[in-house]
């Protein structure tokens, strides 16, 4: 059951996903996936005692160092960039790549020339990438969204060459023009080969002319127009008011909503979608004047920007039956000018960089409190040399925010907010010196090290959204190891720090206005060498070897990469030791790898051999009343063999039927998969995406099961599919009885891919109206003095518009249970679950009130009112063990059944979490450890979850009554921000000196 669940929920957010890509929006679906690191020894860098303090140094301005250093090589943040474009790919890469091309017509079939074509690529690397830890630039591969780009011919037809496929890609037309839309590829590219879409139908639309011009009048050259489609819902003022038109991508959020107080400006791939929304978009000519087609009939919204003006917002207006409407002269507004200084100290700065914005009422509109300030800043910078600046084109309402970039490459820094009426002075604050004595595990001195500071907020545990503050010019070594820091700003900071032959180290400061010292340590760098082959032991030439790592967060998210030479080998370095570390190997040729390492075998030093399967192949037929489906379907495949830590491996595959109803998608990693078969709802356009989804109108599954993908072979499918016709809501009603006495405030649940629940009358009678045609298990519970009991259970298929009717009469008995203490007295309060043996999904027939089961009273008794079946009964205590027996409750029998508890096993011992010591200064720093038992028979072990309250200064755990096998142990540390996580085993006869060794993040 919770195999169909995660499926459901998968493919839901299949259309979620196509739905904001389509808008611009990138794959923060991921975020779902929000699994902690995995399990497994840890190997921790050993920790040394502080040095001696520092010796006093010169004043910030004129530190010189001590003695003349010799030069140090220093890793430059760009190597990886370099690295993977230092040399074409050869022929054994490219002769793998894809091809797609298709045809640009009008609904009429006439050919529509000239429009750009691009292939855009959403994988998670896009947004989650902390490259060396922040210390580095991502390389292109893994921050560019675009795959491929042409523009169609005179007869509208459009190539696009040497694709390296991924799950999920979009096709963009026209994307910042007037004809702007966008849809999912669902067809599956095959290597070496060209995929034909076919026909692709713009939707019909007007074109709407116009004039721009400022507010006295002038013409408005290079305005952008941007018109909104009649969504389903209307635009809510609040989005209005708070000034959605004037969101650009070089835009930022300033927020101050306790306890964020931080600048998010958008990462540079989901910038690049900003600007390529699929919205009829033009820039007004020199004259002011504008020209937008492909606006779709009805009513729309037409929005413009331009840097130092006041947004503009028109509408909703009708767009006619005319094939061209003129919409007059536009105006837009000045706004407000803001204008002020930034100074530090008594001298004016120049070239800093800033945004200036107005604060909108979000406690009002969001409810975020009145304390909450948020702002969309618009970018003012640099300053003049005078240290002054100015900016237009603010709203006239709200109090002004600052945020201030002393030079690039520094942490962003808030002000404000200023009455709108006020003279706006941006005073630097207080900044003082930080020293820093960088050693290695031996106390020696580190010299040529970088360094990179992170204000502690809670954004900022999003590493791939902050990258660290550089300083540049501003940190010197001035002896081996010792470096100084100048004018960084008082408050919460995290150091990061790293050297040629070593890892990253860091460490948390608090930096008060008299500076302060800090040891960072860092272990060693651990290089590990990658041999990627085929099957057949031969190597693989520029395959891509990505190290995913949970470094500086609890997502997985790429930390390094290399590409191969033509002996199959690379080498990724300086690799962090301590957190969960697996590989991703890419080549178009092969499914991709993965391996997870563990920290032994990073210090092994030994080669780690990665063999690429070219994976298998799924073809076959899909048929409607034994006939080939009257038009293409679409196949959606999901991977049943889930890859911890590693969300991609959740992504879906796509592919089409042909004429015939044949299909082929190629090359699948080895394994089980489920597939589904839908009519085309994704190739739509965004509009209509929006509108299923609004509507709550996800099709139906056509048809779905299961495969198996064997390495080098085909497996073949064929698949009877429902006809795809317009959707008639059925109903399913009928009557609960039980003994043949009606049965009022029965509990009738009906799940599929989506639940509804309905509950009997004073008759018995129940109705559940609406329901979508697909395939449901229905349940029936009722409540009684016995517990919450399951009286009915059945799979039923319901048809486009049936009336079902169902039709219970279930025989039901009494089952008493006495359950005894292992000392042979009565257990009060003992939990009895029951599980039904015949069914496959485990389901528990009686759970009680509160979910847990039927609990015995004071003489350690229970009655289970049971199905004629046979079931695994599971008594288990908070103080005891637990028992299992197994029971026929067709045959009750004439005296009580005793159940006597099994001891439970003592588990205790203690955790340690590598590079984690107490904050003396945290005013509370709560420290929470969760057990649970997740193997052994199957039976959910209800009952034995255990949550403990650690002490930061023992970090000590017991359990009395716990139980021998597999067990998931998670710790939550409140001023980290991240929950960690692993798995150990407890012998059959517990274990008292156990040791949970967790990563540092």
Not at 5 to 12: N, Q
Not at 530 to 556: C, R
Request: charged share 20%; aromatic share 6%.
């Amino acid at each position: 059951m919770k195999r169909r669940e995660a499926g459901f929920a998968r493919s839901s957010v299949v259309l979620l996903l196509g739905a904001l890509a389509l808008l611009g929006g990138l794959a923060w679906w991921l975020l779902r996936d929000d699994r902690p690191g995995g399990g497994g020894p840890r190997v921790e860098v050993p920790r040394v005692d502080t040095p001696a303090p520092l010796a006093p140094v010169a004043e910030a301005e004129g530190i010189t160092p001590t003695r003349e250093l010799a030069p140090t090589p220093v890793v430059p943040v760009v190597a990886v960039a370099d690295e993977l474009d230092a040399r074409p790919a050869p022929e054994s890469f490219t002769r793998e790549l894809s091809g797609l091309h298709g045809r640009l017509v009008e609904a009429d079939g006439t050919p529509v020339p000239n429009l750009k074509v691009e292939l855009l690529q959403l994988e998670l690397d896009l947004v989650m990438a902390s490259f060396e830890g922040g210390f580095a630039d991502p390389p292109k591969r893994f921050s560019e969204p675009i795959v491929a780009t042409t523009k169609a011919r005179a007869d509208g037809v459009f190539e696009l060459h040497d694709v390296q496929s991924t799950p999920i890609m979009v096709l963009g037309i026209d994307l910042g023009g007037g004809r702007a839309t966008a849809q999912l590829v669902e067809a599956s590219f095959t290597r070496g080969a060209t995929v034909d879409l076919g026909d692709i139908v713009l939707p019909p639309h007007v074109t709407f002319t116009g004039k721009l011009e400022d507010a006295e009048g002038a013409p408005l050259a290079g305005a952008r127009l941007r018109v909104l489609p009649q969504l389903p819902w209307p635009i809510p003022p609040q989005a209005l008011q708070v000034g959605v038109q004037d969101i650009r991508s070089d835009c930022a959020a300033l927020i101050a909503v306790d306890p964020v107080r931080t600048v998010m400006a958008m990462p540079a791939p989901l910038r690049f979608l900003f600007d390529r929304l699929p919205l009829p978009t033009t820039r007004t000519e020199a004259d002011g004047t504008f020209r937008v087609a492909g606006i779709p009939a009805g009513l729309v919204t037409v929005l413009v920007d331009h840097p130092g003006h006041l947004g503009l917002v028109r509408g909703p207006i009708p767009t006619g039956r005319r094939a061209e409407q003129d919409i007059g002269t536009l105006r837009l507004p000045e706004g407000r000018t803001v204008s002020g200084r930034v100074v530090a100290g008594e001298q004016p700065l120049a070239g800093a960089r800033l945004y200036v914005g107005a604060t909108l009422p979000i406690g009002q509109i969001f409810g975020v409190g009145e304390d909450g300030m948020v702002a969309i800043g618009q970018p003012a910078g640099p300053t003049a040399a005078d240290g002054t600046f100015s900016l237009g084109g603010l709203p006239e309402n709200g109090e002004v925010v600052c945020a201030l970039q002393r030079q690039a490459g520094d942490p962003w820094q808030l002000f404000g907010p200023f009455p709108a009426d006020t003279a706006i002075t941006l005073e630097l604050p207080p900044a003082t010196t930080l020293n820093v004595a960088i050693q290695d595990g031996k106390q020696q001195p580190v010299r040529g090290a970088e360094l990179r500071f992170v204000e502690v907020t809670p954004v900022n545990e999003l590493p791939f959204l902050f990258k660290p503050a550089e300083l540049k010019g501003r940190v010197t070594e001035v002896e081996p190891g010792r470096y100084v820091v100048r004018e960084l700003p008082i408050g919460e900071w995290r150091v990061l720090a790293r050297a040629p032959g070593y890892g990253i180290g860091a460490e948390q400061v608090t930096l008060p206005a008299e500076g302060a010292t800090t040891v960072l340590t860092l272990g060693g760098a651990v290089s590990l060498s990658v041999q990627v082959t085929d099957a057949a032991a031969q190597p693989i030439d520029y395959a891509l070897v990505t190290a995913l790592s949970t470094f500086q967060g609890a997502h997985v998210m790429p930390f390094t990469a290399a590409r191969t030479d033509p002996e199959g080998k690379a080498t990724l370095a300086a690799l962090p030791i301590a957190s969960p570390l697996a590989l991703r190997v890419v080549h178009p040729g092969y499914a991709r790898g993965y391996l997870k390492i563990s920290s032994e075998e990073l210090l092994a030093n030994a080669p780690v051999v990665v063999a690429l399967a070219r994976g298998g192949d799924l073809v076959g037929r899909v048929q409607t009343q034994g006939a080939p489906p009257p038009k293409p379907l679409m196949l959606l495949l999901e991977s049943r063999d889930d890859i911890d830590n590693v969300p991609e491996s959740e992504m879906p595959h796509f592919g089409l039927t042909q004429a015939d109803g044949t299909f082929a998608v190629r090359h699948l990693t080895p394994g089980r998969w489920r597939y589904m078969v839908f009519a085309r709802f994704l190739s739509a356009g965004p509009l209509d995406l929006v509108k299923r989804i609004a509507a709550d109108n996800e099709p139906e599954p056509l048809a779905e099961g299961e495969f198996e993908i064997a390495e080098g072979q085909e497996t073949t499918l064929e698949i009877e599919a429902l006809p795809d016709v317009p959707m008639v809501p059925a109903r399913l009603f009928g009557e609960v009885r039980v003994a043949g006495e009606r049965i009022a405030g029965a509990q009738i649940q009906v799940a599929g891919r989506r639940w509804e629940n309905a509950e009997s009358d004073a008759q018995g009678a129940f109705a559940i109206e609406s329901l979508r045609p697909g395939r449901y298990t229905v349940t029936v519970h009722r409540m009684s003095e016995h517990g919450r009991s399951l009286i009915h259970q059945e799979s039923i298929l319901l048809g486009s518009g049936e009336q079902r009717e169902l039709r219970v009469d279930a025989q039901m008995s009494a089952f008493p249970v006495v359950v005894l203490q292992p000392d042979g007295a009565p257990a009060e309060g003992a939990t009895l679950s029951t599980h039904i043996q015949s069914e496959g999904d485990d389901q528990s027939s009686t759970v009680s009130f509160g979910g847990g089961g039927t609990r015995t009273d004071a003489e350690g008794r229970a009655t289970l009112e049971l199905l004629p079946k046979r079931f695994s009964l599971v008594a288990s205590h908070q103080e005891f063990g637990r028992t299992k027996v197994e029971i026929d409750a067709a045959r009750p029998p004439d005296e009580p059944l005793v159940v006597t508890l099994l001891a439970g096993v003592p588990i205790a011992g203690r955790v340690e979490v590598a590079g984690w010591r107490p904050d003396p200064n945290a005013e509370r720093e709560e420290i929470q450890l969760y057990l649970s038992p997740i193997e052994g028979d199957g039976v959910p072990d209800e009952g034995f979850d255990r949550w403990f309250q650690l002490e930061a200064e023992k970090l000590t755990f017991e359990l009395k009554n716990g139980v021998g096998g597999r067990w998931r142990a998670m710790l939550w540390i409140s001023n980290s921000g991240s929950m960690r996580q692993l798995e150990f085993d407890v012998p059959a006869g517990g274990a008292t000196d156990l040791v949970l060794r967790f990563d540092s993040n």
